[in-house]
């Protein structure tokens, strides 16, 4: 004959109590990610980190090129990292160039940055340049776009569509519809 063995009344009683204790304390909403858009997908694999620093050294070890974000995520399907409240910064000697913007990617393959959103460039103290997107090649030191674009020289500026830059000869273009005020 088999007899069944049931636990005690007090063991029960525990039992439920932490039950209970658990749904209890369990969180009512779920756990906040970083802010990020996953653009309504997450894959396996898919990582995200908030305050995000990285750091780029030149060959003979120093400190070449410096990015903050405040939220970033990577798609390892598209080789891609998605930045949020970005900041880039070259340190090359003669080089210097800090890009801030609301958004950017980088691109794994080709090392290319895009950035968006309330675009500001610094290249040297006095000049900066304001759009709303650009593509900056860490490698050759390039920024381009095609946006409207305003660039700042001390007093003179300069407006018009599209950009070339050279962080390594500091060579400026406006592409075309250039308008602007000089004060020699």
Do not use: C
């Not at 658990?22 to 990582?47: E, N």
């Not at 974000?69 to 880039?88: F, G, I, K, N, W």
């Amino acid at each position: 004959m088999l007899r069944l063995r049931l636990p005690s009344l007090g063991f029960t009683v525990l039992v439920m109590f932490l039950a209970g204790l658990v749904w209890w304390s369990w969180p009512q909403r779920p756990l906040s990610l970083p802010q990020i858009d996953w653009h309504g997908q997450i894959h396996k694999g898919d990582q995200a980190a908030e305050d995000v620093v990285m750091r780029q050294y030149d060959a003979a070890g120093k400190l070449d090129l410096l990015a903050t974000a405040h939220t970033a995520y990577h798609e390892p399907r598209r080789d891609q990292t998605m930045l949020s409240d970005v900041a880039v910064k070259r340190f090359r000697p003669g080089q210097e160039l800090n890009l801030r913007a609301n958004q950017g990617q980088v691109d794994g393959s080709s090392h290319l940055i895009t950035l968006w959103g309330n675009v500001i460039g610094t290249m040297k103290p006095d000049s900066r340049f304001l759009t709303e997107r650009v593509h900056y090649n860490p490698q050759t030191g390039i920024i381009s776009t095609q946006d409207p674009v305003r660039l700042e020289h001390g007093q003179d500026w300069m407006t018009g569509l599209g950009l070339w830059a050279s962080v390594k000869t500091e060579e400026v273009n406006i592409l075309r519809n250039v308008r602007g005020v000089y004060a020699p």
